[in-house]
Structures are given as C-alpha cells and as structure tokens.
Nanobody, 125 residues
Framework: QVQLVESGGGLVQAGGSLRLSCAAS????????MGWFRQAPGKEREFVAR????????YYADSVKGRFTISRDNAKNTVYLQMNSLKPEDTGVYFC??????????????????WGQGTQVTVSS
C-alpha cells in the first residue's frame, strides 16, 4: 500500500504563491509517475500536472501552464507543486496521485491508482 499526504495549502491573495508537498510512504515513488489534481466546489476533479518517474518530463493543464511547476525529490519520496501567480479560479482541494503504470508516459490524465486526502488552496481576489 501507498500513503500519500499533501501539505502546504492555505489562503493566499491573487498573484501570490504557494508550494504544495506530497510525501509518500509505504512504497518508493522513484519508479512511478506522479500527478497533481484539484477539485473546486461543485466541480469535478481535474488534472493539473504530471511528472515522469525520473523527473525528466512534465505535463500541465493549459490553465496552469507557465504558472505552476511540478517537481520531485525521489530521495525524499516527495513530489512538489510550486504555484505562482495564483488566481481565484485556482481555488480548490489539491490532491496528489501515483500512477502504477506508464512511468515514462508524459501526457496522461487518467488511470492513477493511489490518492492523497487533499489540501485546501484558497485564493482571494
């Protein structure tokens, strides 16, 4: 089993920044691609970003491209999401997820196997 725990969420003004962390336990994540997703109130969960197992390739939703950066530290079994130039529409619960298949696939938005409990991000206007 894999446990994923997100942290770093909070309340920030529009234009501000936050850095989310996702710490994994129970399995080393170095062999797997990881992703970040978010869910706004009343909306379905949506893909935000993905990073391949080595960290060599990343993939972003168009809505966050150029503002968010996904990264990983396999030695710390942790994945990060740096969020800059935040907008009110970025508000939501942010989840990290682990994908057991296709570790080198770059553009993959579905089929993730393990999920964290989420961390709340609120961006005020």
């Amino acid at each position: 089993q894999v446990q994923l725990v997100e942290s770093g969420g909070g309340l920030v003004q529009a234009g501000g920044s936050l850095r989310l962390s996702c710490a994994a336990s129970g399995r080393t994540i170095s062999n797997y691609a990881m992703g970040w997703f978010r869910q706004a109130p009343g909306k379905e969960r949506e893909f935000v970003a993905r990073i391949t197992y080595s960290g060599g390739s990343t993939y972003y939703a168009d809505s966050v491209k150029g503002r968010f950066t996904i990264s990983r530290d396999n030695a710390k079994n942790t994945v990060y999401l740096q969020m800059n130039s935040l907008k009110p529409e970025d508000t939501g619960v942010y989840f990290c997820a682990l994908d057991l298949s296709g570790p080198a696939i770059v553009a993959k938005k579905t089929g993730y196997n393990y999920w964290g409990q989420g961390t709340q991000v609120t961006v005020s206007s």
